[in-house]
């Protein structure tokens, strides 16, 4: 069993909106930051949204701010990933990630994380 699992890509036209659902096993989401990575081909990881354990804060990347809203869902015991004003641009391999800490730092680096999903992939186009 993956100790991470993403859910929830597909493919969506420009403008449109995604969610992403992440769950975990044999650890509680609740006790870590959790966060979210993305890598289209080619291009470098990018560190798309981190929230804190405590649900108290939330970090995002600059290309996604105003656009993405991290979340978790208590009752599902899932963090979730909503994703709107979707561009071409936002394609890739959605990770979702565990943190090392309780709190995310300042920028969403992948050094802060100790465990990876599989992906999951979200295609944005006509």
């Known amino acids: 069993q993956l100790l991470l699992v993403e859910s929830g890509g597909g493919l969506v036209q420009p403008g449109g909106s995604l969610r992403l659902s992440c769950t975990a096993s044999?650890?509680?989401?609740?006790?870590?930051?959790i966060g979210w990575f993305r890598q289209a081909p080619g291009k470098e990881l990018e560190g798309v949204s981190c929230i804190n354990s405590g649900n108290d804060g939330t970090r995002y990347g600059d290309s996604v701010k105003g656009r993405f809203t991290i979340s978790r869902d208590k009752a599902k015991k899932t963090v979730d990933l909503q994703m709107s004003s979707l561009n071409p641009d936002d394609t890739g391999l959605y990770y979702c990630v565990k943190g090392r800490y309780r709190i995310c730092q300042t920028a969403i680096w992948r050094e802060d994380f100790n465990a990876w999903g599989q992906g999951t992939q979200v295609t944005v186009s006509p």
């Open positions: 044999r650890f509680n989401l609740e006790d870590y930051a």
